[in-house]
């Protein structure tokens, strides 16, 4: 995964955001060649082994995560569909993750911090961390200050929402409210009650 | 009776052996002195070969071949390090480069042990190997990996070449493959990876009993290999991973 977020700017960040779609479509996602092995979707009764396959999976989710912008997965993808089946199965060695792998692999990438079980005290969902809450703190940051929103208070709508697509579109308020809660720390936001919920001012910081 | 050896022949025979001996002694000095500019000579011309050729030595690997040819030929070890004859490597740099190369093999072994259980084909850790030194780096073959494994062997870590099938394969772990396991890593390559209980039954004609403990040995014991339970045919086939081809 790579971490450039200190050195995105939000319009490069649009720029590979703009390249990443227009390459999905001409492209698609390039699926690395281990996903083309039969035995990558069995659970490995060797610990060793399945540490590697476990390890190769993390990798492969956030990045197409962070490819086609998806915040969560859950255990169910593997049995119904959806958005993630290009990657839980393959069709051309007719081989698909087996819901119970795929529930040891979430819990693989909670343990490593790349992902948090979203909602808690629960086990099949996952908010996928392709960005840590860290990076998207100062992602958010740098969004406010080069959109001019500083000192001014705005709802999380605002942000999830924007009327111009942002790095921040869709995110889910989960991972906001962590990143926000990461940047009130260094004093650089504070949560505040609004009317109908609840919502931020960013500071810069003072230097 | 007459006593022999009395008087001035005898006399004489003591002083002749004691030329003979000055004689042998000069002559032995002028053969050591000889032997000493011959050694000089060789190593001039030694010295003026590996400063001319250096170079050429470790970017072309067919001359760094002959070269070596030409070593086990006249019974030098160009390897041999500076603890023993030590200036033909350091005259070379030669050892420094195979020690090098060592290096970089046990990097990928090491590197790739994980995916492959310690077992990379040749051709694989050739290209690997290659692409960790750059193009710069010049080519190297399967005989300079022969003789960096070579170089490995004081330190005791069990690299070995062995033959499994006809193809050269580099082992980084040190255990025994047995028979039965040279059998399928054989059977494996013909077959991109893959092996059942079945192909070992009908093709090798083993017990089921022999081929299940050999498989399930070499998948939870050695991490040799790889299960995959959605077989379509058996419903459960081993991969053996340094047969297969694929990238991390």
Redesign the interface.
């Known amino acids: 995964m790579a971490l450039s977020t200190h050195t995105t700017s939000t319009g490069w960040d649009s720029v590979l955001k703009a390249c990443n779609k227009v390459n999905e479509h001409i492209l698609g996602f390039l699926l690395p060649s281990i996903h083309s092995a039969p035995p990558f979707f069995t659970q490995q009764p060797n610990p060793a082994t399945e540490a590697i396959v476990i390890e190769q999976w993390t990798k492969l989710i956030l990045s197409y995560a962070r490819h086609r912008n998806l915040f969560y997965l859950r255990v169910e993808d593997a049995e119904t569909g959806g958005d993630w089946d290009e990657v839980l199965r393959n069709d051309r060695i007719n081989r698909r993750l087996p819901p119970a792998h795929l529930s040891s692999i979430l819990a693989g990438m909670v343990a490593k911090n790349v992902a948090s079980y979203e909602p808690a005290k629960q086990t099949r969902s996952v908010l996928l961390y392709w960005r840590l809450p860290e990076e998207w703190a100062e992602v958010l940051h740098q969004w406010a200050s080069t959109t001019g929103q500083m000192n001014t208070i705005m709802t999380f709508y605002e942000i999830t929402d924007p009327p111009v697509n942002s790095p921040l579109t869709n995110i889910p308020l989960p991972l906001l409210r962590k990143a926000i809660t990461i940047l009130a720390k260094s004093n650089r936001a504070q949560i505040i009650a609004i009317a109908d919920g609840e919502g931020v001012r960013f500071f810069t910081p003072a230097k | 009776m007459h006593r022999r050896g009395v008087g001035l022949a005898a006399f004489d025979r003591k002083q002749t052996t004691k030329r003979f001996e000055e004689l042998s002694n000069s002559i032995s000095q002028s053969q050591v002195t000889h032997l000493n500019n011959q050694l000089t000579q060789f190593r001039t011309a030694l010295t003026h070969f590996a400063s001319t050729h250096r170079d050429k030595i470790k970017s072309d690997p067919s001359f760094r071949h002959a070269f070596q040819q030409m070593c086990t030929s006249i019974g030098v070890d160009p390897l041999a390090g500076p603890r023993k004859g030590g200036w033909w490597a350091e005259l070379l740099g030669l050892g420094d480069w195979q020690y090098e190369l060592g290096v970089q093999i046990v990097d990928v072994c090491v590197s790739t042990r994980?995916?492959n259980g310690g077992l990379i084909e040749m051709a694989e850790l050739i290209r690997m190997v290659s692409k960790l030194r750059g193009v710069s780096g010049g080519s190297i073959t399967e005989d300079d990996i022969v003789q960096s494994i070579k170089t490995l062997e004081p330190l005791g870590a069990g690299y070995q070449v062995v033959d499994i099938s006809g193809r050269k394969m580099v082992r980084s772990v040190v255990k025994e493959l047995d028979d039965d396991q040279t059998t399928i890593l054989g059977l494996a390559q013909e077959h991109g990876g893959?092996v059942v209980e079945d192909m070992l039954i009908q093709r090798r004609q083993w017990s089921r009993e022999r081929a299940r403990t050999a498989l399930e040995n070499m998948?939870?014991r050695d991490?040799l290999c790889?299960?995959?339970?959605?077989?379509?045919e058996y419903g459960r086939?081993y991969?053996v991973t340094s047969a297969?081809?694929?990238?991390?």
């Open positions: 994980e995916r893959r998948l939870l991490g790889w299960l995959d339970d959605q077989d379509e086939a991969w297969m081809k694929w990238e991390a």
